[in-house]
Nanobody, 127 residues
Framework: QLQLVESGGGLVQPGRSLRLSCAAS????????IGWFRQAPGKEREGVSC????????NFADSVKGRFTISRDNAKNTVYLQMNSLRPEDTAVYYC????????????????????WGQGTQVTISS
C-alpha cells in the first residue's frame, strides 16, 4: 500500500517561495503519476500540477503556470513542488496524490484517477 507524506508548508509573505515535498513509502514511486492538489476553505479541491513517472510529462493549472515547478527524484521516492511568487490566493491545504500507470510520459490532473492521498500540508500566504 503506497503511503504519501507531504511536508514543507508554512506561513510566508506574498512574493516569497516555498518548496513542498511528497515522500512515498510502501511502493516504488517510478510506477506512479504524482499530482498536487489544493483545497482552500469553502472551495473544492483543485488540481495544481502533476508529473508523469519518467518526469517527462508535466501539467500545471493556469493559475500557477510560470510560478510553480514540479520535479521528482524516483531514487529518493520524493516529488517536489517549488512554489515561487506566492500570492494570498495560493493559501490552501496542499495534498499530493498518486495513481499507478504504465504510461511513463503523461499525467492527468483528474482527481478521481488518484488512488492514494497524503494528509495534506497547510500553506498560508499573508503579510
Amino acid at each position: 500500500q503506497l503511503q504519501l507524506v507531504e511536508s514543507g508548508g508554512g506561513l510566508v509573505q506574498p512574493g516569497r517561495s516555498l518548496r513542498l515535498s511528497c515522500a512515498a513509502s510502501g511502493g516504488t514511486l517510478g510506477y506512479y503519476v504524482i499530482g498536487w492538489f489544493r483545497q482552500a476553505p469553502g472551495k473544492e479541491r483543485e488540481g495544481v500540477s502533476c508529473i508523469s513517472p519518467s518526469g517527462g510529462g508535466r501539467n500545471f493549472a493556469d493559475s500557477v503556470k510560470g510560478r510553480f515547478t514540479i520535479s521528482r527524484d524516483n531514487a529518493k521516492n520524493t516529488v517536489y513542488l517549488q512554489m515561487n511568487s506566492l500570492r494570498p490566493e495560493d493559501t490552501a491545504v496542499y495534498y499530493c496524490a498518486a495513481y499507478p500507470t504504465t504510461v511513463q510520459t503523461m499525467c492527468v490532473e483528474t482527481r478521481d484517477l488518484y488512488d492514494y492521498w497524503g494528509q495534506g500540508t497547510q500553506v498560508t500566504i499573508s503579510s
